[in-house]
């Protein structure tokens, strides 16, 4: 029995795993729901996810959704070629940059982007200029090894901490 995921178009999360299913070469049936028709809110979808939310992998008997959760059962259940890692310095390595992103970057980019496709950013104003600023300073190698009181470093190369979080993130900081 063949993989189906299910995903909408102009979801991130539902490329990534898109993207694993193809870097993993598995045979899948990709079921595109349409946002505009609330396809994703039916109660087929609701049945498999009660949240309402895309990505849903459904691989026989079995379903799952959230992206990372996709990611790291498609890992365990096919191995090769591995996503998370060979050893557990990369595995480990590979998941503080998947928490870096989340907790520091994802965020902001999610503001800038509702605030320039929803149209309701305040050009003028300092929020989608702080949260480039912020983005870049945490932004670095994956492969670096050096600790760092919050794992961010500057573009300079001196540890920085995080912009302070302004209203308009709702995500915990400390969420992986």
């Keep these: 029995m063949a993989i189906e995921v299910f995903w909408g178009s102009g979801s991130p999360v539902a490329w990534r795993v898109l993207l694993a299913l193809e870097y993993k070469r598995l045979p899948y049936v990709s079921h595109l729901l349409q946002f505009s028709k609330q396809e994703h809110k039916s109660p087929q979808m609701l049945a498999l996810n009660p949240r309402g939310r895309v990505p849903v992998l459904k691989d026989g008997d079995y379903v799952c959704f959230e992206s990372l959760a996709i990611l790291y059962y498609l890992d365990l259940k096919y191995p090769q070629p591995p996503i998370f890692g060979r050893t557990p310095e990369e595995a480990g390595t590979i998941m503080r940059v998947i928490c870096e992103y989340q907790a520091y970057i994802e965020p902001r980019l999610t503001a800038i982007a509702?605030?320039?496709?929803?149209?309701?950013?305040?050009?003028?104003?300092?929020?989608?200029?702080?949260?480039?600023?912020?983005?870049?300073?945490?932004?670095?190698?994956?492969?670096?090894?050096?600790?760092?009181?919050d794992g961010c470093r500057s573009p300079t190369g001196s540890w920085a901490m995080p912009a302070r979080r302004s209203t308009w993130s709702s995500s915990p900081a400390s969420s992986c």
């Design 114 to 149: 509702s605030g320039v496709f929803q149209g309701n950013a305040d050009l003028s104003g300092d929020e989608i200029t702080d949260a480039l600023r912020s983005r870049t300073r945490c932004t670095r190698s994956p492969t670096r090894r050096a600790p760092s009181r």
